[in-house]
């Protein structure tokens, strides 16, 4: 019997949230919570949907290259964690300022530790 093929993670276009109402609305109609270096809004979407994301990168989050950064390391977090969601969800990343100077582990541990706590992943085994 052959193993079942991995599960690819793209996160092509179709899984960013680009317009302005989509965010809206997440904030709008969607839960939030609050960290130190990140808040992440969150809407759950029907079971059909595909999960999306968004990422905001407010000027106070440092020069440009900075939320660039900041930018693609979200995105890149979400990408890797996206088939673990437990619903397909529209999420909304915030980054703060301090959410620069944390290492790649810190910041993927506290977006799987909000994540866990929100019910958006299954909780650890």
Known sequence: MA????????????ARLQRPGDFARV???????????????WLVRPEAARSRVGVVTPRT????????RLRRRLRELFRRHQ???VAPVDVVLVARAAL???SWAELERDFLEVARQCSLLAPKA
């Open 83 to 85: 088939h673990e969601l």
């Open 3 to 14: 193993a079942p093929a991995p599960q690819r993670l793209r996160l092509p276009r179709t």
């Open 27 to 41: 904030r709008r109609l969607g839960q939030r919570v609050v960290r130190p270096g990140l808040v992440i809004n």
């Open 100 to 102: 620069a100077a944390r």
């Open 61 to 68: 989050a440092g020069p440009a290259v900075q939320r660039s």
